[in-house]
């Protein structure tokens, strides 16, 4: 669960630091982080609100929508529990891009109902974020790949 948190934590810094860094720039990390903790093998009520607490720490620190983004991470959550069933790296990343594009869709919904934006500039910040998000992805898989072959091999050598 401290691996949970603490990948949590690193995506929310990240989330602050990247724009800043590149301009036009829109981090998915979180979704990213949703994506890879929905396979961990932990208490699912304790993911839940984990994922539910740091959305609305997401909310707080970078938007004026009080638990709105807590919600959309669980439903997020709930989606990557039932589409990844089996191990597969093609399977995770089509997850975390039709997670992105969910992401997006329910976003633009929301800023169309609330303010009056441009649909192309939604449009281009997003395809320009994609190159550097899809790293960030492949990055925290391979490191949780090697996280979870660390605690594998880890337990393996208790039960001799």
């Known amino acids: 669960m ?4 603490i990948l949590f934590l690193i995506s929310l810094f990240l989330s602050s630091i990247m724009p800043n860094i590149l ?6 990390f ?22 539910f607490l740091f959305g609305v720490i997401y909310d707080l620190m970078y938007t004026n929508l009080v638990i709105f983004h807590g919600f959309l991470y669980v439903f997020i959550l709930f989606l990557c529990k039932m589409i990844l069933k089996n191990n597969n ?3 995770y990343v089509f997850t975390y891009y039709l997670m992105v594009v969910i992401y997006n869709i329910t976003m633009f919904v929301f800023a169309v109902l609330c303010t009056n ?3 192309n500039y939604i449009i281009n910040m997003g395809v320009k974020s ?12 391979l490191l949780f790949i090697g ?4 605690f594998c091999n880890r337990k393996k050598r208790r039960t001799y």
């Not at 401290?2 to 948190?5: E, G, K, L, N, T």
């Not at 994609?130 to 898989?141: A, E, P, Q, R």
Request: hydrophobic share 65%.
């Open 2 to 5: 401290i691996a949970i948190i």
């Open 23 to 28: 301009r036009e720039f829109i981090p998915f």
């Open 30 to 51: 979180m979704i990213a982080v949703i994506v890879i903790v929905s396979s961990f093998k932990v208490e699912e009520k304790n993911i839940y609100v984990t994922c």
């Open 147 to 150: 996280i979870r072959c660390l």
């Open 117 to 119: 934006v441009n649909v």
């Open 130 to 141: 994609t190159f550097i998000n899809s790293i960030f992805f492949v990055i925290l898989y």
């Open 89 to 91: 790296f093609f399977l």
